[in-house]
């Protein structure tokens, strides 16, 4: 079978985006009247503009308040989602984050 994605960007001034799947051809409809009122729940709980917030502003290594740490990836095993703080100096130059 066919899966079928509908993937739009939520918020005016982050990239967030939703992403809806189904395996019905014929729910596009409906993934769309969902993802209409998944937005309303998010910006009446202002749960969309806590996430703008925290994207608007990245978290760096100094954060965790581990001395000497540069920089670090975290992958959970059970979203396989991946955490990474912004790069800093000395990594901030491309060529430097491949040594």
Same mark, same amino acid.
């Given at each position: 079978?066919?899966?079928?994605? $509908?993937?739009?960007? &939520? ?16 729910? $596009? &409809?409906? &993934?769309?009247? =969902? ?22 502003? #990245? %978290?760096? =290594?100094?954060?965790?308040?581990? #001395? $000497?740490?540069?920089? %670090? ?10 955490? =990474? #703080? ?14």
């Amino acid at each position: 079978g066919y899966l079928y994605v $509908h993937d739009s960007y &939520i918020s005016e001034t982050q990239d967030i985006s939703l992403v809806l799947i189904t395996n019905e051809r014929e729910q $596009h &409809i409906t &993934i769309i009247e =969902c993802k209409q009122r998944i937005v309303e729940q998010m910006t009446a709980q202002k749960t969309l503009e806590k996430l703008e917030g925290v994207l608007a502003t #990245p %978290f760096v =290594c100094a954060d965790t308040k581990i #001395p $000497h740490l540069r920089h %670090f990836i975290y992958k959970s095993q059970s979203s396989s989602q991946i955490v =990474c #703080p912004e790069y800093t100096a000395p990594y901030t130059a491309e060529e430097d984050r491949k040594h």
